[in-house]
């Protein structure tokens, strides 16, 4: 698959370890993967890369995930978007979802679930650029 045609990744969380080893599964797996550690570095790679899926933690430091979110959606049309998060409350899940998100994995995450879920949506994105 040529470079332009890959699928892109971005993984924002503010844990280097986690986005390490998130871009180190996906490259493998054929996608192109950018992580950022705040809201603030992901609206600026969401910017230049536009990526396909976006693996998103909701606390971090400076701009949150919801936040980062928000930002997103005001400029560009939402990508598939994963959030990711220790705390496990319907309501917020709920305002996610209305907001566009995808899925929501609580911490620990399954990297299992993960596999499956980035994976689908890349198939899934990559029919609809074939069409």
């Known amino acids: 698959m040529k470079p332009k045609d890959k699928i892109k990744l971005l993984v924002v969380d503010d844990e280097e370890l ?9 490259t493998k797996r054929g996608l192109e993967v950018f992580f950022a550690l705040s809201g603030e570095e992901a609206l600026i790679i969401f910017e230049n890369k536009k990526p396909d899926v976006v693996i998103l933690d ?7 995930g919801v936040e980062t979110l928000k930002r997103i959606k005001e ?7 994963i959030i990711v998060s220790a705390v496990n ?7 996610l979802k209305a907001l566009g998100v995808s ?15 980035v994976m689908n949506f890349a198939k899934e994105i990559k029919t609809a650029k074939s069409n």
Do not use: A, S, W
């Open 103 to 117: 899925d929501y994995l609580t911490k620990p995450i399954l990297l299992k679930e993960l596999d499956t879920l």
């Open 58 to 64: 909701i606390m971090m430091k400076g701009i949150d």
């Open 18 to 26: 986690i986005c390490n080893y998130i871009e180190h599964r996906f």
């Open 89 to 95: 409350n319907q309501e917020k899940i709920r305002e």
């Open 75 to 81: 400029k560009y049309i939402l990508p598939k978007v």
